[in-house]
């Protein structure tokens, strides 16, 4: 029998009778032809999917082991192949190296026909020995031939079986197929007569689409690249994957709290990988861990979250320096303090860093700035291995961290900003990364480490009393133990800002003696001396003038101010303070000013009162047992201090300590060391 007998006998080359007609139809009938038609291939596939299952499960068996899958084809079969291969890598994150296609006729073949190439029976052979490294039993090579007989598939297919001893597998659209002998896995695929007779690109290329992209798919599925039927091994390679990449991630973790933005930040971090991002955001673990994690599960997304977890990294080198990190998060500059047994290593500064009105990213910005700028002061000893510092970190280098931040009061930002930080400094252990208040911080010294064991468990409590540029007081209640600190806030009075309160701040203290001056202006007499200094201050020849230089400093100013210029009013009105305490306290032996002393009483009883709001209860906070912790400029006066202690102590309230901590940073690293770095 001639060729031309055998392919006019081949399913795909038989007339179709419902379009026979089809160049008499009208266009609508046309495609209406077409589609009744591709209706059925549906239907033709899923007398398949027996075969392809069967299929799939071989082919894993071979992946899991560093085997390859190779399609090979000719004309429209070739061009699938090719397709379905290229779509692999960026939709699940798959090395190029793990699907490939091969073309009768080459590339160019792809978008040119190559005449004979089809023909050669040792064309394919050649092709598939140019793949290096070469192939291996553990490959498999799939060939596909709508036709069942193209010469340059099926030499490829007894070249690999019979060869090499690799899995073989034959996709066609006719039955019996010449592959059978050939493959090891035959999916004959029966679509019946094309509309356009022989053009197999029609219902046979689309079932041959179907199949390859259940043979894909499924055998990605099985090797873990998906969680559900989401693709969290996508490769972000574009915009629209990109955006796919952020949906998966917050539909797998849909209690997450991260913006977009940081999203992108975390997979950036992690290679662009999906997955590894969502083990980290879930387990609150290291980069590194992650991806050991992911590697020991076999990729399988859900076995790398329940797996042991008590898997230790293996980059963490216990021989190391062990540290600790504390950072000033201050709305005016962020401080950070880095210290080891030994002592305080490293101290650096950067600009401000008020989570509420800076935003979050710029607050984490000037964080990351000056956790750089600390490590690059540490001792060579003690600096890590990779150097400049580059973070986020894949390795463990701090015990504990500890960031008060201010603005950080709500639990969202806090939550928000401990899962960067985590990140950030590859720390997997939450009880490691303390995120508070700037206040909080002050809590440390709450704790008498003088005093205190290391070993014990010991709760206590305290006040914070802030007083600065505005006023707040905290109270507290600190748990420790070792490598362990729980800092739990019990209460909150003043911090309504200048507009509302602040009442015993620096503001408050400028803002009484401007009030004074014009009062007394007003009654027709005559200034006092430390009216005269009030109105230098400001740059006023009169006081009368001190209002327009509040309100309109840039528009009204009659000679040099006697301090630099704030646009800040609340700050060009605190700045005022330093000039009250120098007359109230003067450094002469000249007598106080007699207005100015009685300002700062007033406000220090003021402060006193703030702190005496969260003295109602004495069940949670009894002063007998309790400390009282003062911060800001004006806790560090200690005329100032003495009048809040003897207010409180006329009112009934004596603390068993009292504390002025002028570094909170410097005081609250001290707590980490006994804490998470003692013996």
Same mark, same amino acid.
């Given at each position: 029998?001639?060729?031309?007998?055998?392919?006019?006998?081949?399913?795909?080359?038989?007339? +179709?009778?419902?379009?026979?007609?089809?160049?008499?139809?009208?266009?609508?009938?046309?495609?209406? /032809?077409?589609?009744?038609?591709?209706?059925?291939?549906?239907?033709?596939?899923?007398?398949?999917? !027996?075969?392809?299952?069967?299929?799939?499960?071989?082919?894993?068996?071979?992946?899991?082991?560093?085997?390859?899958?190779?399609? #090979? *084809?000719?004309?429209?079969?070739?061009?699938?192949?090719?397709?379905?291969?290229?779509?692999? &890598?960026?939709?699940?994150?798959?090395?190029?190296?793990?699907?490939?296609?091969?073309?009768?006729?080459?590339?160019?073949?792809?978008?040119?026909?190559?005449?004979?190439?089809?023909?050669?029976?040792?064309?394919?052979?050649?092709?598939?020995?140019?793949?290096?490294?070469?192939?291996?039993?553990?490959?498999?090579?799939?060939?596909?031939?709508?036709?069942?007989?193209?010469?340059?598939?099926?030499?490829?297919?007894?070249?690999?079986?019979?060869?090499?001893?690799?899995?073989?597998?034959?996709?066609?659209?006719?039955?019996?197929?010449?592959?059978?002998?050939?493959?090891?896995?035959?999916?004959?695929?029966?679509?019946?007569?094309?509309?356009?007779?022989?053009?197999?690109?029609?219902?046979?290329?689309?079932?041959?689409?179907?199949?390859? +992209?259940?043979?894909?798919?499924?055998?990605?599925?099985?090797?873990?690249?998906?969680?559900? +039927?989401?693709?969290?091994?996508?490769?972000?390679?574009?915009?629209?994957?990109?955006?796919?990449?952020?949906?998966?991630?917050?539909?797998?973790?849909?209690?997450?709290?991260?913006?977009? /933005?940081?999203?992108?930040?975390?997979?950036?971090?992690?290679?662009?990988?999906?997955?590894?991002?969502?083990?980290?955001?879930?387990?609150?673990?290291?980069?590194?861990?992650?991806?050991?994690?992911?590697?020991? $599960? *076999?990729?399988?997304?859900?076995?790398?979250?329940?797996?042991?977890? $008590?898997? %230790?990294? !293996?980059?963490?080198?216990?021989?190391?320096?062990?540290?600790?990190?504390?950072?000033?998060?201050?709305?005016?500059?962020?401080?950070?303090?880095?210290?080891?047994?030994?002592?305080? %290593?490293?101290?650096?500064?950067?600009? !401000?860093?008020?989570?509420?009105?800076?935003?979050?990213?710029?607050? #984490?910005?000037?964080?990351?700035?000056?956790?750089?700028?600390?490590? @690059?002061?540490?001792?060579?000893?003690?600096?890590?291995?990779?150097?400049?510092?580059?973070? &986020?970190?894949?390795?463990?280098?701090?015990?504990?961290?500890?960031?008060?931040?201010?603005?950080?009061?709500?639990?969202?930002?806090? @939550?928000?900003?401990? =899962?960067?930080?985590?990140?950030?400094?590859?720390?997997?252990?939450?009880?490691?990364?303390?995120?508070?208040?700037?206040?909080?911080?002050?809590?440390?010294?709450?704790?008498?480490?003088?005093?205190?064991?290391?070993?014990?468990?010991?709760?206590?409590?305290?006040?914070?009393?802030?007083?600065?540029?505005?006023?707040?007081?905290?109270?507290?209640?600190?748990?420790?133990?070792?490598? %362990?600190?729980?800092?739990?806030?019990?209460?909150?009075?003043?911090?309504?800002?200048?507009?509302?309160?602040?009442?015993?701040?620096?503001?408050?203290?400028?803002?009484?003696?401007?009030?004074?001056?014009?009062?007394?202006?007003? =009654?027709?007499?005559?200034?006092?001396?430390?009216?005269?200094?009030?109105?230098?201050?400001?740059?006023?020849?009169?006081?009368?003038?001190?209002?327009?230089?509040?309100?309109?400093?840039?528009?009204?100013?009659?000679?040099?101010?006697?301090?630099?210029?704030?646009?800040? &009013?609340?700050?060009?009105?605190?700045?005022?303070?330093?000039?009250?305490?120098?007359?109230?306290?003067?450094?002469?032996?000249?007598?106080?000013? !007699?207005?100015?002393?009685? /300002?700062?009483?007033?406000?220090?009883?003021?402060?006193?009162?703030?702190?005496?709001?969260?003295?109602? @209860?004495?069940?949670?906070?009894?002063?007998?047992?309790?400390?009282?912790?003062?911060?800001?400029?004006?806790?560090?006066?200690? &005329?100032?201090?003495?009048?809040?202690?003897?207010?409180?102590?006329?009112?009934?309230?004596?603390?068993?300590?009292?504390?002025?901590?002028?570094?909170?940073?410097?005081?609250?690293?001290?707590?980490?060391?006994?804490?998470?770095?003692?013996?």
């Amino acid at each position: 029998m001639s060729d031309s007998t055998v392919l006019g006998l081949l399913q795909t080359e038989s007339h +179709n009778e419902d379009s026979m007609a089809i160049d008499a139809v009208s266009t609508l009938e046309m495609c209406r /032809i077409m589609n009744n038609a591709d209706a059925t291939v549906a239907p033709a596939v899923q007398t398949c999917v !027996p075969e392809i299952a069967r299929t799939i499960d071989l082919i894993v068996d071979r992946v899991r082991k560093g085997g390859r899958v190779m399609y #090979i *084809g000719a004309g429209t079969s070739g061009r699938l192949g090719v397709l379905d291969a290229s779509e692999i &890598p960026p939709t699940f994150s798959a090395p190029y190296s793990q699907f490939i296609a091969l073309i009768a006729g080459g590339d160019t073949a792809i978008r040119r026909a190559t005449e004979g190439a089809e023909d050669s029976t040792t064309l394919s052979i050649t092709d598939l020995e140019a793949i290096a490294p070469p192939l291996s039993f553990v490959d498999t090579l799939i060939g596909i031939a709508a036709s069942g007989r193209t010469p340059y598939v099926l030499s490829g297919l007894s070249h690999c079986r019979d060869i090499l001893g690799m899995l073989t597998v034959g996709i066609s659209c006719v039955q019996p197929s010449a592959m059978r002998g050939r493959a090891e896995c035959l999916i004959e695929c029966l679509v019946g007569p094309e509309i356009i007779t022989g053009s197999t690109r029609m219902k046979a290329g689309t079932a041959t689409k179907m199949i390859l +992209n259940m043979i894909s798919t499924g055998v990605m599925v099985r090797i873990g690249k998906t969680h559900g +039927n989401l693709m969290v091994d996508v490769k972000s390679s574009n915009n629209k994957l990109v955006d796919r990449a952020r949906r998966i991630f917050r539909t797998v973790l849909p209690t997450t709290i991260l913006p977009d /933005i940081e999203i992108d930040s975390l997979m950036a971090s992690c290679g662009g990988s999906v997955k590894v991002a969502l083990v980290v955001e879930k387990l609150r673990c290291s980069i590194a861990d992650a991806r050991m994690r992911l590697e020991k $599960s *076999g990729g399988v997304l859900r076995d790398a979250w329940y797996s042991d977890t $008590s898997l %230790q990294n !293996p980059t963490e080198d216990p021989t190391r320096p062990r540290l600790v990190l504390c950072i000033d998060a201050g709305g005016t500059k962020c401080t950070a303090v880095i210290a080891s047994r030994d002592g305080i %290593q490293a101290r650096a500064e950067a600009g !401000p860093c008020n989570f509420v009105t800076l935003g979050h990213d710029s607050a #984490i910005s000037a964080i990351s700035t000056v956790i750089k700028r600390a490590v @690059d002061l540490l001792p060579d000893a003690l600096r890590p291995q990779q150097a400049p510092l580059s973070l &986020p970190l894949t390795q463990s280098f701090f015990a504990a961290v500890w960031i008060g931040g201010a603005g950080l009061d709500r639990p969202a930002d806090v @939550d928000t900003v401990r =899962s960067r930080i985590s990140r950030m400094l590859a720390l997997s252990d939450p009880s490691t990364v303390l995120i508070t208040n700037d206040a909080a911080l002050l809590s440390s010294a709450i704790i008498d480490n003088r005093a205190a064991t290391t070993t014990n468990t010991q709760t206590k409590t305290g006040v914070v009393l802030i007083a600065g540029t505005g006023s707040l007081a905290y109270s507290f209640s600190i748990t420790s133990a070792q490598r %362990q600190l729980t800092i739990t806030p019990l209460a909150r009075a003043g911090g309504w800002g200048y507009l509302l309160g602040d009442e015993g701040s620096a503001f408050s203290i400028g803002r009484e003696a401007i009030r004074r001056a014009l009062a007394h202006r007003d =009654s027709g007499l005559p200034p006092t001396e430390l009216h005269k200094a009030i109105a230098d201050h400001f740059g006023c020849n009169t006081v009368g003038a001190i209002i327009s230089a509040v309100y309109a400093p840039n528009q009204f100013q009659e000679k040099t101010a006697s301090v630099p210029f704030f646009p800040d &009013p609340k700050l060009r009105i605190a700045s005022l303070c330093r000039g009250v305490f120098k007359a109230a306290f003067p450094d002469h032996p000249s007598p106080p000013d !007699p207005e100015a002393l009685s /300002i700062v009483r007033e406000a220090a009883t003021s402060a006193a009162g703030t702190v005496r709001q969260l003295l109602h @209860d004495s069940t949670r906070l009894n002063p007998a047992n309790s400390a009282l912790i003062l911060g800001g400029a004006l806790g560090q006066m200690a &005329p100032y201090r003495e009048v809040i202690v003897q207010r409180l102590e006329e009112m009934g309230m004596v603390f068993a300590r009292v504390d002025s901590i002028g570094d909170a940073a410097g005081c609250a690293v001290d707590l980490l060391v006994s804490k998470f770095l003692s013996e």
